[in-house]
């Protein structure tokens, strides 16, 4: 089983761009689908993106469409995602995860990160 560290987060203002790394343990990253969530204070945890496991397929929530990118670098077992224009409402604490299968549901993914805060001010 694969240990995740995400890293990357931190303080930007409205329209700024970071871009979180999400690094795996292990021998079998590449057997995994791949998705980022987030989670703001008192909200439940919602999807952002994910990738298949070879990358040929990528999956966005409405709400980070055309800014947000995900990529993936099986050769260096580390996905990325590519935060452009970003926005107040973006603010969270982002999280990376693996799966047997690529999911918008939380639950189908069996291995988390401990998560990287990304706050953007207005």
């Known amino acids: 089983q694969v240990q995740l560290v995400e890293s990357g987060g931190g303080l930007v203002q409205a329209g700024g761009s970071l871009r979180l790394s999400c690094a795996a343990s292990?021998?079998?990253?590449?057997?995994?689908?791949m998705g980022w969530f987030r989670q703001a204070p008192g909200q439940e945890r919602e999807f952002v993106s994910a990738?298949?496991?070879?990358?040929?397929?990528?999956y966005y929530a409405d709400s980070v469409k055309g800014r947000f990118t995900i990529s993936r670098d099986n050769a260096k077992n580390t996905v990325y995602l590519q935060m452009n224009k970003l926005k107040p409402e973006d603010t969270g604490a982002y999280y990376c995860?693996?799966?047997?299968?690529?999911?918008?549901?939380?639950?189908?993914?069996?291995?988390w990160g401990q998560g990287t805060q990304v706050t953007v001010s207005s």
């Open positions: 995860a693996a799966g047997w299968a690529v999911s918008t549901s939380p639950k189908v993914y069996d291995v």
């Open positions: 292990g021998r079998t990253f590449s057997r995994y689908a």
């Open positions: 990738i298949s496991r070879n990358g040929d397929s990528t």
